[in-house]
């Protein structure tokens, strides 16, 4: 087969609920994708929704990426603040919230990896990815700080485990906003409806795919 017909692999992973969100975005921006016969033309693509627990997260992602040894990993998360995509730019080694996992695990000023490196750079196309959303009339912006809950922590440990691995895999996390009826009015936000989020991944992904090749 030659090389240009080789179609590039790439996770996505989102999130399932969790307390104060019964209903995930992304979540439900997986399981749309996963029922769709080609997504992504021209690229294999893989979804995961973890669970919202500090442990079994991790351990999904590792077996996701295992089972299927993508070319770039896309992981996403919902943050009630804004109404734009948000490619956030660096994960710390640090959780601190207030609010427990799933599991009933609250994690407060804890190190996600013991004498780990401080944080890890996203090795995502951010820049290009940005552009190509505004192209497509889709709002998106940097973010600097991905929070202190399971959004950071999967970014972080994901990160952490492609480096201590030797593997030369891109990886990085996207924050999406609830859906429309998420928001609650007084908040004067607008929320993202499924078909823009499927959209704004649509874009993301070509971005990254692109620069696998």
């Known amino acids: 087969m030659h090389a240009d017909t080789v179609k590039p692999r790439i996770l996505l992973t989102g999130f399932g609920p969790f307390p104060k969100m019964e209903v995930n975005p992304t979540g439900r921006l997986m399981e749309h994708i996963a029922t769709l016969t080609e997504p992504f033309p021209g690229i294999c693509a893989h979804t995961a929704v973890l669970e919202v627990d500090y442990l079994r997260c991790e351990e999904q992602f590792r077996q996701a990426v295992e089972a ?93 485990w492609i480096e201590t691995r030797g593997l030369r895999i891109p990886m990085g996390f996207i924050h999406v906003p609830p859906f429309p009826e998420q928001v609650p009015k007084e908040d004067k936000l607008q929320g993202m409806a499924l078909e823009v989020l499927f959209r704004a991944a649509q874009v993301c992904v070509g971005v990254v795919a692109a620069s696998t090749r």
């Open 68 to 160: 299927n040894q993508p070319e770039a990993i896309l992981s996403f998360g919902v943050y009630k603040g804004a109404d734009n995509i948000r490619l956030e730019r660096i994960a710390v080694n640090f959780d601190d919230a207030t609010t427990a996992d799933n599991g009933g695990l609250q994690r407060q000023g804890e190190q996600i990896v013991k004498d780990g490196p401080v944080g890890y750079w996203s090795t995502l196309p951010v820049e290009a990815m940005q552009r190509a959303l505004v192209a497509a009339d889709i709002p998106a912006a940097f973010s600097s700080h991905a929070g202190t809950y399971l959004c950071n922590h999967i970014f972080y440990y994901g990160r952490h």
